[in-house]
């Protein structure tokens, strides 16, 4: 069982903060939780006892969580980065910063168990030339007025809606302007395969693949897609390449 990590968590909701460290806590990979109801009293805290990742949120009186995130950036040991809050509207700005993740309130418990295993992810990835951990492609999505950043490693597969596409993922679903066709040549390397006329999917996803007998099909985030007689062919090479690796 790998050393379990130490966490801070910064808001000014005294609810908020105990709801999240009675999650965090109750998982076995988290160690000690320090709790800081404001952005000031996080910066002491972390200048006493280095933590590996912080999860702050955006709206607090005095430093905000985006002030926060930016002091922290001058740390000789610089947390990861994880930004709890109640609206979608910093998305941009969390990433930008280097945020291993963007979470809505109220946090779901499986929902912050994928964000745990993705700060893992980052404190064993290898750093750049200049240091810096390699950012996770994001991809824009409208939502009424707001604009939202959702990475691509979370998409599960693309369904063609006309010149739109539709990206599907675990937390809903999100249409884009941009046809599948193009998407197919964009993120071919990312793993991404045609299986249908009207279908791509993200082969890391893929839970269940039949390719033999009527109707071949591939399962990905719970729901079955079927496969295209003329797609199977690509699709084995590509299901075989990767289970080769």
Do not use: N
């Amino acid at each position: 069982m790998p050393t379990p990590i130490s966490v801070l968590i910064a808001d000014d909701e005294p609810p908020a903060l105990d709801e999240l460290g009675f999650l965090l806590g109750a998982d076995p990979r988290v160690g000690r939780v320090h709790r800081a109801p404001s952005g000031a009293e996080a910066v002491r805290i972390i200048a006493q006892h280095p933590v590996d990742v912080v999860f702050l949120d955006i709206h607090m009186p005095g430093l905000s969580g985006f002030d926060l995130a930016r002091a922290l950036g001058r740390f000789e040991r610089k947390p990861a980065l994880v930004f709890v809050t109640a609206d979608e509207d910093g998305a941009l700005e969390a990433f930008e910063l280097a945020a291993v993740d963007y979470l809505l309130k109220p946090v779901r418990a499986e929902r912050l168990e994928r964000s745990l295993t993705r700060v893992l992810e980052s404190l064993h990835t290898p750093t750049t030339q200049t240091g810096s951990i390699p950012r996770p492609e994001m991809v824009p999505v409208t939502l009424g007025t707001t604009t939202r950043m959702i990475r691509r490693d979370d998409i599960r597969y693309v369904q063609a809606h006309g010149d739109y596409a539709r990206l599907h993922t675990d937390d809903g679903s999100y249409l884009v302007r941009i046809p599948l066709s193009e998407l197919e040549h964009r993120w071919r390397e990312a793993g991404f395969v045609r299986i249908h006329r009207s279908y791509l999917v993200a082969l890391a996803h893929v839970t269940r693949a039949r390719l033999t007998g009527d109707g071949p099909s591939v399962t990905s985030g719970g729901a079955e897609l079927p496969v295209s007689r003329r797609c199977l062919p690509s699709l084995r090479e590509s299901l075989g390449a990767g289970l080769s690796r």
